[in-house]
């Protein structure tokens, strides 16, 4: 992952001249510590995170993603610095694990941020959450993300598998009174499932996983539900899940006329791949 963006413009006029724009860096990740651990589910763990650097953090928009900086098993966590080329770790430090994962909620009075881990028993990340506690060290990274909610849209159509909900969560609750949600989760078991709250009027299906051969039927459910859809025009239309499963929802909603700029699809995982790229949106 880089953490310099970097840009050139050409200006070409008579007599030819080249400029080049400045490079633009993105800040430096915030070191935090673990202030509290919560187990909201057997498979979904929240954790609070603060510390002074986290003073100014702000989440402009639902659904948005963080990178999540965390020490490697067995060493201290060491944070890179910010070079001309790019990020630069200390001669023999060993890198940090970075993944991707949703601010769940920042509180500004307590300067604490939650971010909600799904222990899926497999990976750095949900091998360190499933052990972390107070005082733990790590570091975050953003906020981003290119979702904007619309705040005239009334009709929702929303999925997403047990990686989706801290993010579909938020969404629930930025919508306004005036809208209505059909929401479905596929998870594992009734025990994955868990209150939401919205000023909406919101319908929530919770879909459990069909037992046989697990691994080859991620997001049948997910597919189905979307399949047996009913929208009125004008639905907007938020999924989040396994990649090629999101992939194969976006393509029954574009053939069923959801508008593209109404739609919005995000693969937060791959079977088979580690750390899957947080930028995947199905559009390619």
């Known amino acids: 992952m880089s953490d310099v963006l970097g840009s050139e413009a050409a200006a070409l006029s008579e007599p030819a001249t080249t400029t080049t724009a400045p490079v633009r860096r993105r800040p430096p990740p915030r070191p935090v510590e673990v202030v509290a651990v919560t187990r909201l589910t057997p498979r979904l763990v929240s954790l609070h995170v603060g510390g002074p650097a986290l003073q100014g953090f702000a989440v402009e928009a639902p659904t948005a993603h963080i990178k999540v900086f965390l020490p490697q098993p067995g060493a201290d966590l060491v944070l890179p610095t910010v070079g001309p080329n790019g990020p630069v770790l200390p001669e023999g430090a060993p890198p940090p694990i970075v993944r991707t994962y949703t601010p769940r909620h920042y509180d500004a009075a307590s300067n604490t941020l939650e971010i909600q881990f799904v222990l899926h028993g497999e990976g750095a990340a949900s091998r360190w959450a499933a052990g972390a506690k107070p005082g733990d060290q790590l570091a ?22 047990e990686s989706a909900i801290p ?54 459910e997910l597919r189905d539900a979307a399949t047996n859809a009913r929208l009125s025009e004008g639905t907007y239309v938020w999924v989040g899940c396994e990649a090629s499963t999101m992939r194969a929802i976006r393509m029954q909603m574009l053939e069923r006329g959801v508008a593209r700029d109404a739609l919005t699809t995000r693969g937060y995982w791959r079977v088979g791949e580690v750390n899957h790229p947080d930028h995947d949106y199905g559009d390619d």
């Open 140 to 161: 975050v990274a953003g906020p981003g993300g290119r979702f904007r909610l619309d705040p005239t849209a009334t009709e929702w159509w929303i999925a997403g598998d």
């Open 167 to 220: 993010a579909a969560a938020t969404l629930l609750e930025a919508l306004p009174a005036t809208a209505r949600a059909e929401v479905h989760f596929e998870v594992d078991g009734g025990e994955d499932e868990l209150p939401l709250t919205s000023s909406a009027r919101v319908s929530v299906h919770w879909h459990r996983r069909r037992p046989m051969a697990r691994q080859k039927t991620w997001g049948t």
